[in-house]
């Protein structure tokens, strides 16, 4: 079965901080993997895709790994801002054409002024 | 570019009536959306994949009868929740793919509709 889990569940640091999100998925057959940003009673904002022959992507402070051999990604956020609080998903994935998506259980940050 | 639209934003209805959603692709066409329900501080499920012109693909234990979808166009795909009922709320969220991506297969999603049923 195609799980994708997320760890931690819930992270809280102080602004200027950098942290790291974590992202396991069962099957490493994936197409690709994407990092979003989810606020409050919104939609999805997608913040990085890393193909399966990527090792990694960047984007101003965020920078997304992707290791398929160990079923890992990481996603990496600099000198975190209170702007950053949000819940953050990893999606997998999977099918190519078939496209469908496994999304991760989410790790809500809360960055403190 | 690559904008998703969703209509209404939220919405209550009564148990017992019906509640459709409109998911449009604003600047661009669409072969294939999706639509996901997320319940409170869960993640997105999928329910259902649709291609135009065709008929919905649904996720194990989503019930196609109570779940309609409809992609008659494009740019357009609908959603309707049949006889909703209060274990029905949730919060609904449809992507669109574009057509002729080519290897990314992205998908761009709505903003949501917060459906709660009373």
């Known amino acids: 079965k195609q799980e994708v889990t997320q760890i931690p569940a819930a992270l809280s640091v102080p602004e200027g901080e950098n942290l790291v999100l974590n992202c396991s998925f069962t099957d490493s057959a994936i197409y690709n993997l994407q990092w979003f940003r989810q606020d409050p009673g919104k939609g999805l904002t997608s913040l990085l895709l890393i193909q399966s022959s990527q090792r990694e992507q960047t984007s101003g402070r965020l920078n997304a790994s992707l290791d398929k051999s160990s079923g890992r990604s990481t996603l990496y956020i600099a000198a975190s801002q209170p702007g950053d609080s949000a819940t953050y998903l990893c999606a997998a994935r999977y099918g190519g054409a078939t496209n469908k998506l496994i999304f991760g259980t989410g790790t809500l940050l809360a960055v403190q002024p | 570019g690559a904008v998703v639209s969703q209509h209404p934003s939220w919405v209550i209805c009564k148990s017992g009536t019906s509640v459709k959603i409109e998911c449009r692709s604003l600047d661009f066409q669409a072969t294939t959306m999706f639509w996901y329900r997320q319940f409170p501080k869960q993640s997105l499920m999928l329910m259902a994949t649709?291609?135009?012109?065709?008929?919905?693909?649904?996720e194990q234990g989503v019930e196609k009868d109570k779940f309609l979808i409809n992609h008659a166009s494009l740019t357009l795909s609908t959603l309707t929740v049949t006889s909703a009922h209060p274990e029905d709320s949730s919060f609904y969220i449809c992507?669109?793919?574009?057509?002729?991506?080519?290897?990314?297969?992205?998908?761009?999603f709505g903003p949501g509709t917060r459906l709660t049923v009373t």
């Open positions: 992507s669109a793919q574009l057509r002729g991506t080519g290897i990314s297969y992205e998908q761009y």
């Open positions: 649709s291609n135009e012109g065709s008929k919905a693909t649904y």
